[in-house]
């Protein structure tokens, strides 16, 4: 997988809505430096691809130095790896067709390759996670967002364009919610953070059943799994729900792919059995028959820095070497 270099040493880069995070990686995945800022602070891309190649070259040089850096990789929302932009992102402030991969190389001056953000998480999972030495697995991030990445034969399926796997776009109600995408009913608008508290909020207006949920001023996933646990019935009504809504939508997906696991990461995925416990069971009734009973249910035991810098370190190492200096 890691191309021959006498360099030992990449950068990972997570671009995430609250914060970019970078870090020294080496080949053994052991994390030498990290830091991070907050991502919103720079809503021009220029500003903000000059501010990270600078916050990058200080981190390489406080620890060890630029030249033993061999590459960089960036995980984003929206991101692309076959075009290395970011492509008309509905959260990211930069719109259009941002081709970050270009910006950094040319301040940086060094390989740079950019992904999805489900992309680089898959990643993670196959080199330092629960998708070591597997083939054939799909790993859906459950949080802000909805995306996933499905590996074949041990090797990502970008498609012809970079944008395979966009799971969390797929339409599971023509009369649906809208979405950021444009589309209507997408998967997203259900299971990721916002649609999920967004069914809570519609349930609380439709009935008046007393809930913990009523109290909070700002709810979020976490509490309502905590409702969840102090036995509120309307917030377990609300994991159940969208546990089967996941559930359907995942099971066509596995249909076409036939996945040895599906791997879940990020916020919703630490939901546990409030919401994988329907999921799971709308899954066995949706799959193709001779599936059923044969996909396993993971979720990923890395932590988010783990997902998101580690992933994008090993999409540094597979980017080829590059150096203006040469």
Same mark, same amino acid.
């Given at each position: 997988m890691f191309q021959h270099t006498s360099k030992r040493r990449v950068v990972g880069v997570n671009i995430g809505l609250d914060a970019t995070s970078y870090a020294i990686v080496d080949v053994r995945g052991n994390v030498i430096a990290q830091d991070e800022f !907050?991502?919103?602070?720079? %809503?021009?891309i220029s500003e903000f691809v000059?501010?990270?190649s600078e916050k990058l070259v200080e981190l390489m040089e406080l620890n060890g130095g630029y030249d033993t850096i061999r590459s960089v990789g960036v995980g984003v929302l929206s991101g692309n790896f076959v075009k290395g932009c970011i492509e008309h992102s509905p959260s990211? %402030?930069?719109?259009?067709?941002? !081709?970050?991969?270009?910006?950094?190389?040319?301040q940086l001056g060094m390989a740079v390759a950019v992904g999805n953000n489900a992309h680089v998480r898959a990643l993670g999972e196959q080199v330092f996670g629960k998708a070591h030495g597997m083939s054939d697995f799909i790993v859906i991030t459950l949080g802000p967002g909805l995306g996933s990445c499905v590996f074949s034969n041990g090797r990502p399926h970008l498609g012809h364009e970079g944008f395979a796997g966009e799971i969390g776009h797929v339409c599971v109600n023509p009369n649906g919610r809208k979405c950021g995408c444009g589309g209507q009913g997408c998967l997203e608008t259900y299971c990721a953070e916002e649609g999920i508290v967004l069914s809570a909020q519609k349930m609380m207006n439709r009935t008046e059943k007393p809930s913990l949920l009523r109290y909070y001023d700002m709810l979020t996933v976490p509490l309502i799994v905590e409702a969840c646990e102090q036995g509120d019935e309307l917030a377990r009504e609300v994991m159940r729900r969208t546990g089967e809504i996941l559930g359907m939508g995942i099971a066509n997906y596995a249909s076409v792919a036939n996945p040895e696991a599906i791997i879940f990461t990020g916020t919703v995925s630490r939901s546990g059995h409030w919401l994988f416990d329907s999921a799971k069971q709308a899954f066995e009734e949706n799959v193709f028959h001779n599936m059923r009973g044969k996909i396993k249910f993971l979720t990923s035991t890395l932590t988010d820095m783990e997902q998101n810098v580690l992933g994008a370190s090993v999409l540094a190492w597979q980017v080829k070497e590059y150096s203006l200096f040469k």
């Open positions: !907050p991502t919103l602070e720079h %809503p021009n000059t501010f990270l990211l %402030p930069w719109k259009g067709e941002v !081709p970050l991969a270009s910006m950094l190389r040319d």
